[in-house]
């Protein structure tokens, strides 16, 4: 087997961390600024900036349940074909790829068709009032239309991560950051676009990204390639992709149903201004998540593939820098939220009663953030080991049985201000689900690495039946 990926199971696990996650951390960094210079931008534009900003915030629901698929077709299929990489079993690996690219054609084109005719309504009931509407309505407009380019751009490079080949990957990010960067003042001030030349900038930034993954997976320098032979779809390889990709699908799509939560709530009780201030501190939140997404993205081939090898030494080394790296991170985070907000705030806005707004509820927002690094690097640990069912679990924990309820029960017990009750919904349930997530781990992570180092065939009869049948083989 040839490709950089065939030596996760050799070499200090530390140096492989560093490797692999250093360039998905500096990806992830400027797909930060990728994410957020919309807002930067749109929220400086003088008069309506801060509208603009509003309307802008008001479309995330729908942009998260684009990404939830993706990621649902990507970080599905990327563990899967690690593990079967770690086995040797490259063929397999082939066609989960194969099958996942065929998946994520079909979505787009069924997302395209399905949201653009009902925009206007979508985001009425997510909370936009009769002057934000115009804004988020031009915005989402042209979004909708690159579907196609966001799902393959985000879900295709999953496979190229996977094979140990984070430097590709990260120039998937940078091309499209860069050109999208570069092309915002452009569209919005240049040609006077506003919000609808952010979203063309996002778009055309999108697409230039998707033809970067699609060269390198069609091409000859990847271990892993789209073979024609591999595309159609099998119920028996995308079942377990699909079950596993559940848990990221939810964790990114229940994003979307917690802004509509917040963002109607906040509507109901403080108007514009504290959507605004919900879009910057999610914007903030978003800003510092995604480098340890990175960082996770660098540990999940490491853990998955050593995993397949059944060499738990290596697995355990990888989950123990990951922990201790994201528990340095959040901790820095916090203090960060607590002592310096307005530095953060004054990033995404100029106008002194938003800021002075959004200084307040940020660090309301962000005071449960250090117990992140418990909750992220356990839960992306069974998500990379293929523990499909509870990390769907955990997925639906935190926001869906904690945080939507929180921010409906919260605000009864604040009557002389109700907004604080909504903030306060994210701090409590990052505690509360942490502490949940981190004790089952406590339990569960030790078992799952007896099986692999004391019952070698039956773990590895389970890994079979678990992940793909044999289908034919691809063809060329």
Known sequence: MTGQNADLGSGSVGKWLAKLAIPSIIAQLINALYNIVDRMYLGHMGDG?????????????????????????????GPRASIALGRGDREGAERILGNCFSLLLGISVTLMAVLLPLAGPLLRCFGASDATLPYAQDYLTFYLCGTLFVQMSLGMNSFITMQGRATISMMTVVIGAVLNISLDPLFI?????????????????????????????????????????????????????????????????????????????????GGDVAVGAMTICGSVLQMMFLPMQGLTQGAQPIISFNYGARKPDRVRRAFFLLLGFEVFFYMLLFLSC?????????????????????????RIYMAGCFMMAVQGSCQQTFLALGQSKISLFFALLRKVILLIPLAYILPCFFP?????????????????????????????????????????????????????????????
């Open 416 to 476: 002389q201000n109700p907004v604080f009750g909504v903030f306060l919904a994210e701090p409590v349930a990052d505690i509360a689900c942490a502490s949940v997530v981190g004790i089952t781990f406590l339990f569960r992570f030790p078992k799952l690495m007896r099986q692999i180092e004391n019952l070698p065939e039956e773990f590895a009869r389970a890994i079979e039946e678990d992940s793909i049948d044999s289908p034919p083989r691809c063809g060329n």
């Open 338 to 362: 607590q002592l310096f907000p307005q530095v953060l705030v004054s990033v995404f806005n100029d106008d002194p009663t938003l800021t002075e707004y959004t200084v307040w509820a940020l």
């Open 189 to 269: 001030y240049g040609i006077n676009m506003g919000v609808r030349g952010a979203a063309l900038a996002t778009v055309l930034s999108q697409a230039v990204s998707c033809l970067w993954v699609l060269w390198f997976l069609f091409g000859k320098k990847t271990a892993l390639r789209i073979r024609r032979g591999c595309l159609r779809p099998r119920w028996n390889i995308l079942a377990p992709v699909m079950a596993l990709g559940l848990s990221p699908f939810v964790m990114q799509a229940t994003e979307s149903a917690i802004n509509i939560v917040f963002n109607t709530q906040l509507q109901t009780y």
């Open 49 to 77: 900036g801060g509208l603009a900003l509003t309307g802008v915030g008001l479309c995330f629901p729908i942009v998260m349940v684009i990404s939830a698929f993706s990621a649902f077709v990507g970080m599905g299929g």
